[in-house]
């Protein structure tokens, strides 16, 4: 990943909305989530998904399939694996132990 593409996602990211909705579908897996589905479970209008649903797609964050007149949202785990790639390259000197995720309490 490029240090443009990494600016793109984490600008995409830095919106709480928008995170949650990516947070939802890494946590939902390949299956993803319908549009509907989303706004529901997160409480939030369906026409401000739809503005923030745009936004992450546009920086490659997450994929569209329409199904009929429906569309399901996945995250893109590849994009996603890039962009922790980009953020941990090179960590601590070499040591990518530390930069593994702290356990969960």
Partial sequence: MDTETAVTSLAALAQPHRLAIFRRLVELGPEG??????????????????????????????????????????????????LVGFLTDNCCGGDASLCAPADAP
């Fill in 33 to 82: 989530a319908l549009a509907g589905d989303l706004a529901e479970h997160l409480a939030i209008p369906a026409n401000t998904l739809s503005f923030h649903l745009k936004a992450l797609q546009q920086a490659g964050l997450i994929a569209p399939e329409p199904r009929g007149r429906t569309i399901r949202y996945r995250a893109d785990f590849a994009a996603m694996r890039g």
